[in-house]
């Protein structure tokens, strides 16, 4: 147990450390099936939205590696593998609970700013400024949010030009939202003339329509996705509680009773975190306009 315990953390150490310097191996998929590509792919944008500099692989690699260190610590705490087995799953799949809510915080911060965003592009084009100027301009003076999506731009389109350098930070945010609006903002740069401030006040308007049923929906699901989480966890932190100590508790579940109770328990459990996700997915927007200038 001990072995393996070490093992473990020597691994997690490892996958640490090579995250942070960059040199994760990296697997080619070149002749990956269509259908296992399609669903990578949409792992991978759903981590590029998160912030996570890791592909797919590594990034549930990683998260195995906390199960089973969680898996060999609550075993030797407990006594008994049989308990330690749902919660080192919950464990697992803890960073993409914590990843995916830093995903929708980091998109939410985003989308909620272009608004205010393209009016301060307005107001640049308004004084006399060049649609380009006023994008720079989001680079220092726009909403914090935009000033961090903005940040390369000067240098992108001062090296790149306007256009190509709008593509790569479309590609960068990864979101629906965002593809409409640098899209919009790459035709204005196009087209050009007295039409583009009036393109993008419709814009302003679509997008804050946009934003107000995203908030409803959000806000609908908030409730149920808290009581779904409490009703699977908080069974098993009592079980925890109840068999770390020497005692009857500990007893029974290491008797094969015990052992047939935690078995359907855990498959009843997983069962049921499996369809509330099913159930509960907030399902990725398609993007129809993320290679449309490839």
């Given amino acids: 147990m001990n072995v393996l315990a070490a093992l473990a953390v020597g691994l997690c150490c ?5 995250s942070l310097s960059g040199t994760m191996p990296k697997r080619s998929h070149a002749k990956r099936p269509g259908r296992l590509a399609a669903r990578r792919d949409r792992a991978n944008i759903w981590l590029q939205q998160a912030g996570v500099g890791l592909g797919a692989g590594a990034f549930w690699m990683g998260s195995a590696f906390a199960g089973g260190f969680a ?9 008994s593998v049989f308990v330690a087995l749902v919660p080192a799953i919950a464990v697992g799949l803890l960073p993409r609970g914590y990843f995916g809510r830093k995903r929708r915080t980091r998109m939410k911060a985003v989308q909620t700013a272009w608004p205010d965003g393209l009016r301060d592009i307005v107001a640049s084009i308004a004084a006399g400024l060049s649609l380009t100027q006023a994008i720079t301009n989001l680079a220092a003076s726009g909403p914090e949010p935009m000033r961090v ?20 930070l479309k590609e960068d945010l990864a979101d629906a939202t965002s593809d409409r609006v640098l899209e919009v903002l790459i035709l204005a740069q196009e087209r050009g003339g007295s039409i583009v401030r ?4 419709d814009l302003i308007a679509a997008t804050t329509c946009d934003l107000r049923l995203l908030d409803e929906l959000e806000t609908e699901g908030l409730e149920m996705r808290i009581n779904a989480r409490s009703v699977m966890v908080l069974p098993w932190l009592v079980l925890i509680a109840l068999t770390a100590r020497p005692g009857a508790f500990r007893d029974f579940y290491q008797s094969p009773g015990g052992v047939v109770t935690l078995l359907l328990a855990g498959g009843l459990t997983i069962v049921g975190v499996l369809v509330l996700g099913r159930l509960g997915r907030e399902p990725i927007e398609a993007r129809p306009f993320a290679a449309s200038r490839a």
């Fill in 71 to 79: 898996f060999l610590a609550i075993g030797a705490l407990t006594g």
């Fill in 14 to 18: 490892a996958l640490v450390v090579a």
């Fill in 198 to 201: 009036e393109i993008l006040e």
């Fill in 149 to 168: 999506a903005f940040a390369q731009f000067p240098q992108l389109a001062r090296v790149l030009g306007t256009g190509p350098a709008l593509e790569l």
